[in-house]
């Protein structure tokens, strides 16, 4: 029989307390195991989190960079004067797109439509189901705006001249002159859904896509040529949206449309935006902080859990075996009479406490194979959003490394008891019982 | 001509505890031949296991000098890590409560010494059968030791001290633990091994029916060695005339 035969054996010889601290030593590798995996699963989706936010932030930063580079141009003083509604002739574009640093001009053609509601005030923003609560307030008491754009997918794809956000069905396609893109707001207005036709002034559209925004509520899209043939408006547009090639041209340029065309009011938007780019910029930097401390705390707490688990292991183990040995100072006397060495006695006392790491670490990983997102949980992320956001999975790395830690904690845990055990003299062997 | 296997020189041991000190043995010189049968007898407390303790080098003599086998090793001055190998190939053990280990068979129990020393499991296995056999329980050799009678623990305790085919077996109060017959019976095996085997047995007893068959006698009073004992030499000539069958007496012999 092999000494490694016979420290199993020996285990085995008090089943109930080999038991006990087994049941106790699985706790603690299960935990281990658990936590581990729950920190693996966290830093994981933090840096998925990290990421998906890094490229929304960045987008967001590219549009508001896009923005600065904006220049609204309006016929009269402004969009809440009377002149504002004296149409801009189309061979506008063409001109402020040949001028100097001029990336692409979009020619907009719009028109609020329906009646307010008795004792509205006319005003900006709202519409049907704005969220803003209280009566409807639509643009010059209009209930939805006909917005008739370019359908370039170039320009699209460039400038988002049309909503991003399509909720249902798709967005318009060039050439497409009988369709419509309505806000998910106006479905109710309307009565009608994707693929259902709607009544615009005596002209009837298809709706063929349904998108989603949160300042956009009341708006129809429709083609630039569409929207000119229901307002009767060939050859003319209300307003004008020029992009200078960069944001450091925007002044130039703006200066150049007004001093052409004095009677236009020109808006560029350069300082508005650089405050929203700023304050997307901290905000971005906030989240990031935000983040990563959270991340710091759970790696923290997993850290201490998993050397708590492995401190306790080892003095679980230490205390079995101290008494073991204690209790079996006569056998070892015997074995020691009988021509064992040192570091036979050694050895077997050392298997005997990696063999309890080894059954309690193989209990622990069944253990945490069943309950790992529970641990994790329970110990990480009480208040459940770890839970409910981190799939936690029991990885073969995980596996390895919590038996070893188990083994290991075994072996230590039972070094001082088996040295003890190595110096115990054969004279035990002869005392009386 | 008989070679000496064990040899004392002026062997004294004295224990130190909580400040009272204990002469156990004083100036002990003792030679044990190759196939002696020995019997050390003495009261309670007069050092026999200690001198027992000290010929199987599991224990340090104060004074003095051990030598064991044909060749004279002196086992005093050497270290505990060499001590071992010296008790595993040389000597070999029987103690008055067997001392088996409980969670092995007879077998295991008996192939226990012999680790170590042969590689091959199957021939340590073989060794130990024919052991067995030869202490006349072959038929007990999966039993455990709480499943054996004392008898047949000893038994297998003297099996097991003859795993290695020692020169010398030690044996403190072999007999201390067993029925009277029991007794007559290990004792008769310890004599055969001496007689047959020529294997020198020291056995420590207290009991003079059973030191009646060892051919030397030796006494210990107060740590000291003698030839002779007027109380336990009339207690072994009783001994020996209710003796089953009489033993041949030899004198013992003190080495010079």
């Known amino acids: ?433 | 001509m008989a070679k000496t296997i064990l040899k004392t020189i002026g062997l004294s041991k004295r224990y130190e505890s909580d400040g009272n000190s204990v002469q156990a043995l004083s100036n002990v010189n003792l030679e044990i031949e190759r196939g002696d049968f020995v019997a050390i007898m003495g009261p309670s407390g007069s050092g026999k296991t200690t001198l027992l303790t000290l010929l199987g080098c599991l224990d340090k003599a104060t004074k003095g000098r051990v030598l064991v086998g044909t060749k004279g090793i002196d086992v005093t001055s050497m270290p505990e890590g060499s001590l071992y190998s010296i008790r595993r190939r040389h000597l070999g053990f029987i103690l008055q409560s067997f001392n088996l280990m409980p969670n092995l068979s007879a077998l295991e129990n008996v192939e226990l010494p012999m680790e170590g020393l042969i590689r091959s499991a199957k021939r340590r296995r073989k060794r130990a059968r024919v052991l067995l056999r030869m202490v006349e329980i072959p038929h007990r050799e999966k039993h455990k030791p709480r499943q054996l009678s004392a008898g047949e623990q000893q038994r297998v305790a003297i099996a097991r001290a003859l795993a290695n085919g020692p020169a010398v077996i030690l044996a403190d109060e072999p007999t201390g633990n067993l029925d009277w017959e029991t007794s007559l019976s290990i004792v008769n095996m310890l004599s055969r091994l001496a007689t047959e085997q020529k294997r020198t047995i020291v056995m420590v007893t207290h009991d003079p029916q059973m030191a009646v068959y060892a051919n030397k006698k030796l006494f210990i009073r107060d740590g000291k060695l003698h030839e002779k004992d007027p109380v336990y030499d009339e207690a072994l000539e009783q001994a020996r005339r209710h003796s089953p069958d009489e033993p041949a007496d030899t004198t013992p012999r003190q080495a010079d």
């Open chain 1, 1 to 433: 029989m092999t000494t490694l035969k016979r420290a199993f054996r020996n285990i085995l010889r008090n089943r109930f307390r080999t038991l006990l601290v087994g049941v106790v030593l699985a706790l603690c590798v299960a935990v281990f195991v658990s936590v581990l995996a729950g920190v693996d699963a966290s830093e994981d989706a933090t840096a998925q989190m990290l990421a998906e936010y890094a490229e929304a932030a960045e987008a967001t930063l590219e549009q508001t960079e896009q923005s600065m580079t904006q220049i609204m141009v309006m016929s009269g003083r402004g969009p809440f004067s009377e002149d504002s509604e004296e149409p801009i002739d189309e061979d506008i574009v063409d001109e402020v797109s040949a001028m100097d640093d001029v990336a692409a001009v979009v020619p907009v053609v719009t028109q609020g439509f329906g009646e307010p509601e008795q004792g509205q005030e006319p005003g900006m923003g709202g519409g049907p189901g704005s969220g803003m609560g209280g009566p409807t307030v639509s643009f010059r008491g209009a209930e939805y705006m006909v917005y008739g754009v370019p359908l370039d997918p170039d320009l699209d794809e460039e400038y988002h001249v049309l909503p991003v956000s399509i909720a249902e069905g798709r967005s318009l396609e060039e050439g497409e002159d009988s369709a419509v893109l309505i806000s998910s707001e106006l479905t109710e207005y309307f009565g009608a859904g994707v693929g259902d036709t709607i009544d615009i002034d005596g002209t009837s559209f298809e709706v063929v896509g349904v998108y989603t925004s949160t300042i956009m509520q009341n708006q129809v899209y429709m083609s630039l040529d569409a929207a000119q043939d229901l307002l009767d408006m060939e050859g003319e547009l209300s307003t004008l949206t020029v992009y200078a090639d960069s944001v450091s041209a925007v002044d130039d340029v703006a200066a150049e449309i007004e001093s052409a065309y004095p009677d236009f009011m020109v808006m560029a938007m350069t300082d508005m935006q650089r405050g929203s780019g700023d304050f997307i910029q901290r905000q971005q930097e906030y989240i990031i902080g935000t983040i990563d401390s959270n991340l710091a705390s759970i790696q923290s707490l997993g850290i201490g859990t998993i050397a708590a688990t492995g401190v306790v292991s080892v003095l679980l183990i230490f205390g079995l075996m101290f008494y073991t040995v204690r209790e079996r100072t006569k056998e070892i006397g015997t074995l020691k009479a009988l021509g064992f060495s040192n570091s036979d006695v050694m050895k077997q006392f050392m298997y005997e406490g990696s063999y309890i790491g080894l059954l309690g670490g193989a209990v622990g990983l069944g253990i945490a194979a069943l309950a790992a997102s529970g641990f994790a949980s329970l110990i990480l992320d009480p208040s459940g959003t770890l839970g409910t956001s981190v799939s936690v999975g029991i990885t073969l790395s995980a596996t390895l490394l919590g038996l070893g830690v188990a083994v290991i904690a075994g072996a230590l845990g039972s070094l001082y008891p088996a040295w003890r055990a190595s110096r115990v003299s054969p004279m035990e062997a002869l005392k009386r019982e």
